[in-house]
């Protein structure tokens, strides 16, 4: 187990960010979003290499519950209806200190496959 955890685990009003503060004094405020996509779930993860899934459309999903899982992890339902996704303190940590990268490089494969961050709703 770490010697880092979180002393604080708060959603913003409006469900748009996750606030967590670590026992080492670092703060981050995570977006939704962020979250979503980067979820370490088997959905968007896969079960193997090369299985990564890509998911566009969450620009402005909210969080809408925090579930402790154990003593080690959070596990974070979104109003989309994804909640599978079970974040350890060292991954919400490592996505305080390199969400930006990370998010860019989602970014970047949104933009090479053709999708968006806005959801697209057909015409019916």
Known sequence: ??????????????????VITFN???SFTLSAEMLRVLSPSAEV???????????PGKRN???ISMTPTGNYAVRI???????????????LRELGERGEELFAAYENELREKG??????????
Do not use: C
């Open 1 to 18: 187990m770490s010697d880092i955890w979180p002393t604080e685990l708060k959603v913003t009003k409006d469900r748009q960010q996750l």
């Open 24 to 26: 080492n004094g670092e």
């Open 45 to 55: 993860q896969g079960h193997g290499p090369g299985q990564k899934v890509t998911v």
């Open 61 to 63: 999903v909210a969080i």
């Open 77 to 91: 339902g979104f109003d989309d209806m994804h909640d599978t996704g079970i974040f350890t303190w060292s991954y």
């Open 115 to 124: 999708m968006t961050r806005d959801t697209s709703e057909k015409p019916r």
